[in-house]
């Protein structure tokens, strides 16, 4: 956060959109059926960064549904897989032919217009549609590195109920980490992933106050890496298939929902 130097690991937590445009004026509708999230701001965003892609004499109009298995404010990254997400069905139903690396940026543009991101958050992204683990320079839009994970690996997340919105976190307070979080990121760039994502979990922990004692659990119990997930509340920890059980046994001590995913290392889809 405080250096826009990022990393991110894609799992197998899906957000799907479909999109129908026809002739029109510029309008957007946005409808969210399955209640994961009440505000369609930006749905409507990232409809209208596409839309903008269009000639002035070329005017739709597109509906944009989207359903989501990613809790809200959690720190799991739902902004940029539902951004990524809605772009991708909006350049489909618009006919708009993008590469992957053009279309993550226009739904990072949709995030800073929404307000829902400070850093843009290009790791979230390019790991949500490209999938594996990927390395960032957010500030300079840059992909530095994209490794495939183990895909036997799992992932435990803690979730708890309290929330935490990214668009108003405070970078100011990850400054005196900020050495801290370069060395995490400069180890994900060797591939030294677990370890980059134990360090920058930590530190960011000592920050926000949430997260450090599960991870210090997990990381008891076998996790190969652990950390507070974003900027939380959850925590992920990667675990070896034979301790799964372990390391959730330890976090049951910890008020939050326990979900185990798979690594996911393939793009996003159009169906």
Do not use: Q
């Not at 109009?61 to 298995?69: A, H, K, L, M």
């Not at 683990?133 to 997340?157: C, E, I, M, Q, S």
Request: hydrophobic share 45%; glycine share 8%.
């Amino acid at each position: 956060m405080a250096n826009y130097l990022g990393a991110a690991l894609g799992l197998d937590l899906h957000v799907t959109a479909s999109a129908r445009a026809e002739e029109g004026s510029g309008r957007i509708s946005a409808r969210i059926p399955d209640g994961s999230c009440s505000d369609t701001s930006l749905i409507k965003a990232a409809a209208s960064t596409v839309l903008e892609r269009l000639g002035p004499n070329d005017r739709k109009d597109i509906e944009v549904e989207v359903r989501s298995e990613i809790p809200v404010a959690r720190g799991l990254k739902s902004s940029s897989a539902v951004s990524n997400a809605v772009v991708l069905a909006c350049c489909s139903a618009l006919k708009i032919r993008l590469t992957l690396l053009e279309l993550i940026k226009v739904g990072v543009e949709a995030a800073f217009r929404a307000r829902v991101t400070v850093t843009g958050a290009f790791d979230d992204a390019t790991a949500s549609m490209l999938g594996g683990a990927t390395v960032t320079d957010n500030k300079k839009l840059k992909l530095l590195r994209r490794f495939k994970a183990d895909g036997r690996l799992r992932v435990v997340l803690l979730v708890p109920s309290s929330k935490s919105f990214s668009g108003k976190v405070n970078v100011e307070r990850v400054k005196p980490v900020s050495e801290v979080l370069a060395l995490a990121h400069s180890l994900a760039m060797r591939r030294k992933l677990w370890l980059a994502m134990t360090l920058n979990g930590l530190a960011c922990s000592s920050v926000f106050g949430c997260g450090g004692e599960a991870a210090l659990a997990a990381l008891g119990a076998g996790a190969l890496g652990a950390g507070l997930s974003g900027k939380g509340p959850s925590v992920a920890a990667v675990v070896e298939e034979d301790r799964v059980d372990r390391v959730k046994e330890a976090l049951e001590a910890f008020e939050g929902e326990l979900m185990v995913r798979r690594v996911n290392n393939e793009r996003a889809k159009v169906r």
